[in-house]
């Protein structure tokens, strides 16, 4: 049985290494929340910009590999998209 994967990583980006940084820990944060605070946010519309949703690869590769997504959707030049962001933690928005 044969098996392929792919990677791919994106260099000089521009984004400082400690952006990436905060957002990597207010996103642990935002995960760590109780499931109180993060449900209205939860959302299966695939059509929604910003939502919170679970769910596995087991359809596209036959293993159950669980996950929790976070999607923020963020338009340039200057949009406000952020007031539909998760209101918690506050360091997100």
Not at 29 to 53: G, V
Not at 61 to 87: H, I, N, Q, V
Request: glycine content about 4%.
């Amino acid at each position: 049985m044969c098996c392929m994967h792919a990677l791919a990583q994106v260099i000089n980006h521009g984004i400082p290494e400690q952006v990436l940084q905060d957002m990597e820990s207010v996103s642990e944060e935002f995960f760590q929340l109780p499931a109180a605070d993060k449900a209205h946010f939860y959302s299966e519309d695939t059509n929604r910009p910003n939502r919170l949703f679970s769910g596995s690869t087991y359809k596209t590769s036959k293993r159950l590999y669980w996950m929790d997504c976070l999607r923020l959707a963020r338009t340039f030049p200057g949009s406000d998209c952020k007031k539909e962001w998760p209101e918690k933690p506050e360091e997100l928005r």
